[in-house]
């Protein structure tokens, strides 16, 4: 019997399951991952009685449909009903037909459907909600987490898997991979087929970009239109719903957005610690123009710092996350929204990466608009202190991903590039640093060089690659925030991340998406007339910083913790000893770069599966 953590599946906004078709062997293997516990694990049917879906939900987040041979599932947060989908199945002649129709609806869900004996499933080009697939006993079976299938195998994670995990960096495409190799992952973009054989499977492509063509002014009204979209598809049924408020752009354009739904808001805002700190000013800002809305201010020495608790987290995760370092400050205040009421809790993450773009688009117009590059780029120099030769030599590499990725092999143990680099090249080198045995990293040397050569870019345009990147290695720490924030009791949401409003910043000219001379100029015209100018005003944006080097040195001794019986190091991935002497000198040069992270991810996730298994 496959056994799931007892955090699995708490509640709203934590479903989770498995997909078979219509076979008796699927059914065989579909029972093994039935298991006892507090909450009974749900199934739904072919026609049948056979089982289709096997796994956690709840009631408010799933919609199903059947008509005649077709039989359809929508799972996770999307405004479609039954009659809709009933329709929709109906008219169906083809799978693949629906991948048009799903495009347009707002909202952040999985899509299963099953026709004829075959199944197609398919989760976010974002990212947020993704799809896997292994062979179990012969059959193949699709889930919506690696973990899932790895148990139902009875197989460990793979060590050249978890030394990857350890760059920082992980780029493209090996942060998407599963830990388990006998696990498939896949691509957001794709949709996964599953043959009436029950065993043969192919990924086809149901999304791609879109063109950046549009103006700011033939944009911004459709950013508008998907972002109140996807705020309504989670304030439409009404209740209590709570909201970031850090007086920033992205979170207070939600706020605005959620008070013109039928739902009564609470806003959080957690000042920073830092003086110079000035969210609380911005925030009630914004709250002298929203009279209904309920605003909760915290003490700002009462919030968790960086690295809090991290001997304590026992979430059941399919993947190293380094938003294990943020987990305490991210579920802090749940409580409390659930004392006032809230069924859900809607975050502004995500603005940063639809809203505004990579530089790297420079890179391209430096060639195709020299001119209007070359006056672009002098802006940029002086915003972000790039030095002249850095500037002239990252416009000068022409280096394909691959060829690109495969240096990169090379290169591990050197000192960060400068930022001018990192910003028109394909992204941030990856590194491995000094605790870091020779055996890992020739671990990750191999998987970089096998990777580098068959890898194709998310996009030709090193700036959309970059952008496609970015999203999603933001949605691969949300999904797990997701599942933590589910099982602390209200869920959280965050709608700059799904598809359709992606769709609608993606499509905007970089050039007009991301300049010196504004902050954020997509989102501060879409919002004009729905938030109110002088909270447009804003543009700076808080770091945080004091709390991560704050948390650096009280954590101390977890972190000194963390490394005696290393996982890690009994894997012989890491020198233990080096990781011990650095945790008694959290002031090391070079530690606020976060260069801990990705290490600290790892262990956390070993520590964490290791006790699931002891259970």
Same mark, same amino acid.
């Not at 001119?371 to 002249?388: H, V």
């Not at 090379?410 to 090249?425: C, M, N, Q, V, W």
């Not at 640093?433 to 068959?454: C, G, Y």
């Not at 233990?576 to 008694?584: I, V």
């Given at each position: 019997?496959?056994?799931?953590?007892?955090?699995?599946?708490?509640?709203?906004?934590?479903?989770?399951f498995?997909?078979?078709?219509?076979?008796?062997?699927?059914?065989?293997?579909?029972?093994?991952?039935?298991?006892?516990?507090?909450r009974?694990?749900r199934?739904?049917?072919?026609?049948?009685?056979?089982?289709w879906?096997?796994?956690?939900?709840?009631?408010?987040?799933?919609?199903?449909?059947?008509?005649?041979?077709?039989?359809?599932?929508?799972?996770?947060?999307?405004?479609?009903?039954?009659?809709?989908?009933?329709?929709?199945?109906?008219?169906?002649?083809?799978?693949?037909?629906?991948?048009?129709?799903?495009r347009?609806?707002?909202?952040?869900?999985?899509?299963?459907?099953?026709?004829?004996?075959?199944?197609?499933?398919?989760?976010?080009?974002?990212?947020?909600?993704?799809?896997?697939?292994a062979?179990?006993d012969?059959?193949?079976?699709?889930?919506t987490?690696?973990?899932?299938?790895?148990?139902?195998l009875?197989?460990?994670?793979?060590?050249?898997?978890?030394?990857?995990?350890?760059?920082?960096?992980?780029?493209?495409?090996?942060? /998407?991979?599963?830990?388990?190799? &006998?696990?498939? =992952?896949?691509?957001?973009?794709? +949709? %996964?087929?599953? #043959?009436? $054989?029950? *065993?043969?499977?192919?990924?086809?492509?149901?999304?791609?970009?879109? /063109?950046?063509?549009?103006?700011? &002014?033939?944009? =911004?009204?459709?950013?508008?239109? +998907? %972002?109140?979209? #996807?705020? $309504?598809? *989670?304030?439409?049924?009404?209740?209590?719903?709570?909201?970031?408020?850090?007086?920033?752009?992205?979170?207070?354009?939600?706020?605005?957005?959620?008070?013109r739904?039928?739902a009564?808001?609470?806003?959080?805002?957690?000042p920073?610690?830092?003086?110079?700190?000035?969210?609380?000013?911005?925030?009630?800002?914004?709250?002298?123009?929203?009279?209904?809305?309920?605003?909760?201010?915290?003490?700002?020495?009462?919030?968790?710092?960086?690295?809090?608790?991290?001997?304590?987290?026992?979430?059941?995760?399919?993947?190293?996350?380094?938003?294990?370092?943020?987990?305490?400050?991210?579920?802090?205040?749940?409580?409390g929204?659930?004392?006032?009421?809230?069924?859900?809790?809607?975050?502004?993450?995500?603005?940063d990466?639809?809203?505004?773009?990579?530089?790297?688009?420079?890179?391209?117009?430096?060639?195709?608009r020299?001119?209007?590059?070359?006056?672009?780029?002098?802006?940029?120099?002086?915003?972000?202190?790039?030095?002249?030769?850095?500037?002239?030599?990252?416009?000068?590499d022409?280096?394909?991903?691959?060829?690109?990725?495969?240096?990169?092999?090379?290169?591990?143990?050197?000192?960060?590039?400068?930022?001018?680099?990192?910003?028109?090249?394909?992204?941030?080198?990856?590194?491995?640093?000094?605790?870091?045995?020779?055996?890992?990293?020739?671990?990750?040397?191999?998987?970089?060089?096998?990777?580098?050569?068959t890898?194709?870019?998310?996009?030709?345009?090193?700036?959309?690659?970059?952008?496609?990147?970015?999203?999603?290695?933001?949605?691969?720490?949300?999904?797990?925030?997701?599942?933590?924030?589910?099982?602390?009791?209200?869920p959280?949401?965050?709608?700059?991340?799904?598809?359709?409003?992606?769709?609608?910043?993606?499509?905007?000219r970089?050039?007009?998406?991301?300049?010196?001379?504004?902050?954020?100029?997509?989102?501060?015209?879409?919002?004009?007339?729905?938030?109110?100018?002088?909270?447009?005003?804003?543009?700076?944006?808080?770091?945080?910083?004091?709390?991560?080097?704050?948390?650096l040195?009280?954590?101390?001794?977890?972190?000194?913790?963390?490394?005696?019986?290393?996982?890690?190091?009994?894997?012989?991935?890491?020198?233990?000893?080096?990781?011990?002497?650095?945790?008694?000198?959290?002031?090391?040069?070079?530690?606020?770069?976060?260069?801990?992270?990705?290490?600290?991810?790892?262990?956390?996730?070993?520590?964490?599966?290791?006790?699931?298994?002891?259970?």
């Amino acid at each position: 019997m496959t056994e799931l953590h007892e955090s699995a599946g708490t509640g709203p906004g934590d479903a989770h399951f498995a997909v078979f078709t219509d076979r008796e062997d699927a059914a065989a293997v579909a029972r093994s991952f039935t298991r006892s516990g507090t909450r009974e694990t749900r199934v739904l049917e072919h026609p049948s009685g056979r089982p289709w879906l096997v796994g956690q939900w709840d009631d408010q987040e799933i919609v199903t449909a059947r008509a005649g041979r077709t039989a359809l599932a929508v799972v996770g947060c999307c405004p479609v009903d039954a009659a809709e989908l009933r329709a929709r199945a109906g008219r169906l002649r083809d799978l693949a037909e629906l991948d048009t129709w799903a495009r347009s609806l707002p909202g952040s869900f999985h899509l299963v459907a099953a026709m004829d004996g075959q199944l197609r499933v398919r989760g976010t080009a974002s990212g947020l909600r993704l799809v896997f697939h292994a062979a179990v006993d012969g059959v193949r079976v699709a889930a919506t987490r690696a973990d899932v299938l790895a148990a139902a195998l009875g197989h460990d994670p793979e060590e050249e898997q978890l030394a990857v995990r350890l760059l920082w960096p992980v780029p493209y495409p090996l942060f /998407e991979a599963s830990l388990w190799r &006998a696990v498939t =992952a896949v691509p957001p973009q794709d +949709a %996964l087929t599953v #043959a009436a $054989d029950g *065993r043969t499977v192919r990924h086809s492509r149901w999304w791609t970009p879109p /063109e950046p063509v549009r103006t700011l &002014a033939d944009g =911004a009204p459709l950013v508008r239109e +998907a %972002l109140i979209a #996807a705020v $309504d598809a *989670r304030t439409r049924q009404g209740g209590v719903i709570s909201c970031d408020l850090s007086g920033g752009l992205d979170s207070t354009s939600l706020c605005f957005l959620a008070d013109r739904s039928p739902a009564k808001v609470v806003a959080s805002t957690w000042p920073g610690r830092d003086p110079a700190d000035t969210d609380l000013h911005w925030a009630r800002q914004a709250t002298k123009h929203l009279p209904d809305v309920e605003h909760v201010v915290w003490d700002a020495d009462a919030s968790p710092l960086v690295y809090d608790d991290l001997l304590g987290i026992d979430d059941l995760l399919d993947e190293p996350t380094i938003g294990v370092m943020d987990r305490s400050r991210v579920l802090h205040h749940l409580p409390g929204m659930a004392e006032r009421g809230s069924r859900l809790h809607l975050t502004g993450i995500g603005g940063d990466h639809v809203a505004w773009c990579s530089e790297a688009y420079y890179h391209r117009l430096a060639r195709t608009r020299p001119l209007f590059a070359l006056r672009q780029l002098r802006g940029f120099r002086a915003l972000w202190q790039w030095p002249l030769g850095a500037t002239v030599r990252a416009l000068a590499d022409s280096r394909p991903y691959g060829r690109s990725l495969a240096d990169a092999a090379g290169h591990l143990r050197e000192p960060l590039p400068a930022t001018a680099t990192t910003s028109l090249g394909w992204g941030m080198p990856p590194r491995l640093f000094d605790w870091v045995t020779p055996d890992a990293e020739h671990m990750v040397r191999r998987a970089l060089r096998e990777a580098a050569s068959t890898v194709v870019p998310l996009h030709p345009d090193r700036g959309l690659h970059t952008d496609l990147e970015q999203i999603r290695s933001c949605t691969r720490i949300i999904r797990q925030w997701d599942r933590m924030a589910a099982r602390a009791g209200v869920p959280m949401a965050s709608p700059f991340l799904d598809d359709r409003v992606i769709d609608a910043c993606l499509a905007i000219r970089p050039d007009e998406r991301v300049t010196p001379w504004a902050y954020k100029p997509v989102l501060t015209a879409a919002m004009r007339g729905i938030v109110p100018e002088t909270c447009l005003r804003r543009t700076t944006k808080a770091a945080a910083a004091m709390d991560a080097a704050d948390g650096l040195r009280r954590h101390r001794a977890d972190l000194l913790a963390l490394w005696e019986d290393s996982r890690l190091e009994q894997l012989g991935l890491v020198d233990g000893k080096a990781l011990r002497h650095l945790a008694q000198r959290p002031s090391a040069p070079g530690l606020r770069d976060a260069i801990l992270y990705s290490t600290i991810a790892a262990e956390v996730w070993l520590r964490g599966t290791s006790r699931a298994r002891a259970r």
